[in-house]
């Protein structure tokens, strides 16, 4: 089921209404859901390796945090920060303006930034784990029956 972005998500508390919450795919509505998004964000950083290294940390143990209230949509949301990590740290750790493309549409050459490339490892080691996680794997395919 792909991600509402119908919602209003500014006035709702997915916390309080966790069968409005749809997965979708990747990092969809990551910086829509609250309250996840304002707990989660302030510890989301990748500029530097011990940066990230803090940041990967901090965002697991609240995925933990979630995990032990039950919290599905939580420990999605998580995920979704740490997926995040990783794909935000690799593009600029591939573009140093973080900006793929040309004015003109074409693809920019690549300029390794190995600093951002090593922030990146962190975050996918991270998703790796979360994703072969049985107990969130069993969670997801629990909430997506239940919810869509």
């Known amino acids: 089921m792909p991600f509402d972005y119908d919602l209003d998500y500014s006035a709702l508390d997915l916390r309080e209404h966790p069968e409005l919450y749809k997965v979708g795919k990747g990092e969809q509505g990551v910086l829509l859901v609250e309250p996840y998004k304002s707990e989660i964000l302030p510890h989301w950083r990748f500029k530097t390796p011990e940066i990230a290294k803090k940041s990967a940390d901090k965002i697991c143990e609240l995925f933990e945090a ?74 997801k395919k629990a909430h997506q029956k239940i919810y869509g």
């Open 66 to 139: 979630y995990r032990k209230e039950n919290d599905f949509v939580g420990m999605d949301m998580a995920r979704k920060f740490i997926q995040m990590g990783y794909t935000r740290s690799r593009r600029y750790a591939n573009h140093k303006s973080g900006r793929k493309y040309n004015m003109d549409g074409t693809l920019k050459e690549r300029e390794i930034d190995l600093e951002k490339a090593k922030s990146a490892d962190i975050f996918k080691k991270r998703w790796d784990v979360i994703r072969e996680d049985e107990d969130y794997i069993k969670r």
